[in-house]
């Protein structure tokens, strides 16, 4: 019997973490070939990754055949899963997205307000290409996508491509569990967290441990900065007890960005003024990182990478493969269609949610209504994102317009319009259906 995963992306800093996952797992989730896929200009590194990989599973003593190619459609022949950790544009166009805005005085963050639009711009077309792939050269693959925005790219193939067999991942909601123990001096694996949102505006209602309601503990601990609960690519803040008590609710690290929108901003200015972007920050991580996995004496993921900010995306997708294969009916926090699991929502919109998980795919738990408080920021956010998946798709000037302005990090009717123009054009060899529409002559 085979069992085979495809990597997109592989040339990533982050592909070490899946192969020490699968190794990890290999007994219930027992891989017998892994293909690392990357673009032309990501070759050398696919190269790094690809010999760290052989020396990881040679020394594991696992059967599974590795190899790496930029032949896409050839790799995908009999793939079961097929995960995506793409970056159109790399981090230089990362940084642009937290440069440019940065510089009229808006949020700069790669998923958030008009760096995050962009971002969508320029993934959507290439992963609803590589959906069409899965979907006539492995249709029975399930596709996993950590790819950012998760939620928006997540929500645009299920509503737009021909394969349904889509599940979106993020490592927020791991993260969020994981301080939460941390908070209460537990292990996170007797840590349940009730979410409610979408994905980087998901919410925690309830805390339990070992089945017990821990929820108030919890936010009353939170209150101040005495807990990092952030990942590394976003500074702490804190809480104000007057927010926690409020909203009664479990925010999440990106909830800074919403409703401390003026503190981050001087703060990421002040980061900016004195060690560039997070993203060229992040440059010189890789460049170490792959310093280390050049290392031939190399057979491990090195401890280096957790200081990504999206160290453990890997090890939630590795799980939630495990799952489907194993049909563990166990729950996951993922990214999938709501099916009425938020009875505000529509059916189709694609919500952060608790699931069984099975080999059929996700199936929400149903978690009820929105509360009050936030009702009514969720409804803008959900509008928000089908705005950015429409002109992601159309390609039109006035649909950009609409997302970047409905956008609560930016909504100002004349530098939405100002913002969008520089950051078209500075992304113009990535937005072929802009350019294709006349809009970047």
């Given at each position: 019997m085979t069992l085979k995963l495809v990597i997109i992306g592989g040339g990533s800093s982050y592909t070490p973490e899946i192969i020490e996952g699968i190794i990890r797992r290999h007994d219930s989730f027992p891989v017998t070939e892994i293909v690392l896929v990357d673009i032309k200009t990501g070759q050398k590194k696919l190269e790094i990754i690809g010999n760290l990989s052989l020396r990881m599973i040679e020394k594991s003593a696992k059967s599974i055949k590795l190899s790496w190619t930029l032949d896409r459609k050839e790799a995908?022949?009999?793939?079961?899963?097929?995960?995506?950790?793409?970056?159109?544009?790399?981090?230089e166009a990362r940084s642009k997205d937290e440069r440019i805005p940065l510089s009229h005085g808006f949020i700069g963050q790669e998923t958030n307000g008009a760096g995050g639009i962009f971002k969508a711009f320029r993934t959507i077309p290439v992963l609803m290409e590589l959906a069409e792939d899965i979907h006539t050269i492995c249709p029975d693959a399930w596709m996993i996508n950590f790819t950012n925005p998760a939620g928006i790219v997540?929500?645009?193939?299920?509503?737009?491509s021909a394969h349904q067999k889509v599940i979106g991942v993020c490592n927020i909601p791991f993260n969020m569990r994981h301080s939460t123990a941390e908070i209460l001096g537990v292990s996170p694996d007797d840590v349940k967290i009730q979410f409610i949102g979408m994905n980087h505006f998901v919410f925690g209602q309830k805390v339990f441990v070992n089945g017990?309601?821990?929820?108030?503990?919890?936010?009353?601990?939170?209150?101040?900065?005495?807990?990092?609960?952030?990942?590394?690519?976003?500074v702490n803040l804190g809480w104000s007890k007057t927010f926690i008590e409020s909203t009664r609710l479990l925010p999440n690290?990106?909830?800074?960005?919403?409703?401390?929108?003026?503190?981050?901003?001087?703060?990421?200015?002040?980061a900016y003024k004195e060690n560039g972007t997070r993203a060229e920050v992040v440059q010189q991580l890789e460049e170490s990182l792959f310093e280390l996995?050049?290392?031939?004496?190399?057979?491990?993921?090195?401890?280096?990478?957790?200081?990504?900010?999206?160290?453990?995306?890997?090890?939630?997708?590795?799980s939630l493969m495990d799952s489907i294969y194993n049909n563990k009916e166990d729950v996951q926090t993922v990214n999938t269609f709501n099916n009425g699991a938020i009875p505000d929502l529509p059916n189709d919109a694609v919500i952060e949610a608790n699931c069984i998980i099975t080999n059929h795919g996700p199936r929400p738990i149903s978690i009820g209504p929105l509360p009050a408080?936030?009702?009514?920021?969720?409804y803008q956010m959900k509008a928000f994102e089908e705005l950015v998946i429409r002109a992601s798709i159309s390609g039109d000037y006035n649909d950009a317009y609409t997302a970047l302005l409905m956008n609560p990090l930016i909504g100002d009717e004349k530098r939405s319009k100002v913002l969008l123009d520089e950051l078209l054009e500075a992304h113009k060899a990535y937005l072929p259906q802009f350019n294709s529409r006349g809009e970047l002559e």
């Open positions: 995908l022949k009999n793939a079961d899963f097929v995960s995506t950790q793409i970056r159109v544009g790399g981090l997540t929500e645009a193939l299920l509503k737009h017990m309601d821990r929820t108030e503990d919890v936010l009353e601990k939170l209150v101040g900065d005495h807990f990092d609960y952030s990942p590394a690519n976003i690290p990106y909830h800074q960005y919403y409703f401390q929108t003026k503190d981050v901003l001087e703060k990421d200015l002040q996995y050049r290392n031939p004496e190399l057979r491990d993921k090195p401890k280096e990478l957790e200081k990504r900010g999206g160290a453990f995306y890997s090890d939630v997708a590795c408080t936030i009702k009514g920021l969720v």
